[in-house]
């Protein structure tokens, strides 16, 4: 079992900035690639990015891709998203996940999950 816990959202006027910190605990977290999702109220969930293992690569979807970037310390047990440049179509819930495969936009194999993080943007 993995745990995830979310923090960092919040209000944000457009063109700003925030940081999303997700924290592992329990198996090994440098096993596993872990994704950021979001979901905004009616829709689908939909995929942000993902990075690898060992941190050294990183895949994003063209959405969020130049201002979204994601990172992690593996000593921490914690997966960053820094996203600059925000904007109103960014407003949703965002939630991050961990998979065993990578690089991977399907929500399918992410086998844990956190609770999310409210991102609102206000324009």
């Known amino acids: 079992q993995v745990q995830l816990v979310e923090s960092g959202g919040g209000l944000v006027q457009a063109g700003g900035s925030l940081r999303l910190s997700c924290a592992a605990s329990?198996?090994?977290?440098?096993?596993?690639?872990m994704g950021w999702f979001r979901q905004a109220p009616g829709k689908e969930r939909e995929f942000v990015g993902t990075?690898?293992?060992?941190?050294?690569?990183?895949y994003y979807s063209d959405s969020v891709k130049g201002r979204f970037t994601i990172s992690r310390d593996n000593v921490k047990n914690t997966v960053y998203l820094q996203m600059n440049s925000l904007k109103p179509e960014d407003t949703a819930v965002y939630y991050c996940?961990?998979?065993?495969?990578?690089?991977?936009?399907?929500?399918?194999?992410?086998?844990?999950w956190g609770q999310g993080t409210q991102v609102t943007v206000s324009s």
């Open positions: 329990g198996r090994t977290f440098s096993d596993y690639a």
């Open positions: 990075i690898k293992w060992s941190g050294d690569s990183t």
């Open positions: 996940a961990a998979s065993q495969l990578y690089p991977n936009s399907d929500p399918e194999p992410y086998f844990y």
